[in-house]
Nanobody, 122 residues
Framework: QLQLVESGGDSVQVGGSLNVSCSIS????????MAWFRQVPGKEREGVAS?????GTRYADSVKGRFTITKDKNTLYLQMENLRPEDTAMYRC??????????????????WGQGTQVTVST
């Protein structure tokens, strides 16, 4: 059974940097998509970045040039730079066990972590 556990969330000041991680266990798929989403209470879940076996990485326009998604064997990472107050959210990693285009839509993913909170303050 695939399990995803996020860590690294923190409170940072505007313009700061933060790296969050997602520990992956029970994952043995040769083709996949993985992604980071974020959610603020009262708002829809927003796709931030994705990475997959077939078409590489994809980023939301709001984070292009500031966020970088990477993955090694057992961990998914999100490196965040030049953070803004609007980046404040619960960040959750997601996965699916097939390839193709890794569109940033929650319906495209069937495994989810519980999330880690990122707060950006002025």
């Amino acid at each position: 059974q695939l399990q995803l556990v996020e860590s690294g969330g923190d409170s940072v000041q505007v313009g700061g940097s933060l790296n969050v991680s997602c520990s992956i266990s029970g994952f043995s798929y040769t083709r996949y998509c993985m992604a980071w989403f974020r959610q603020v209470p009262g708002k829809e879940r927003e796709g931030v970045a994705s990475i997959g076996t077939d078409f590489g990485t994809r980023y939301a326009d709001s984070v292009k040039g500031r966020f970088t998604i990477t993955k090694d064997k057992n961990t998914l990472y999100l490196q965040m730079e030049n953070l803004r107050p609007e980046d404040t959210a619960m960040y959750r990693c997601a996965a699916r066990a097939w390839g193709g285009h890794c569109y940033l839509a929650p319906s495209q993913f069937n495994f989810w972590g519980q999330g880690t909170q990122v707060t950006v303050s002025t």
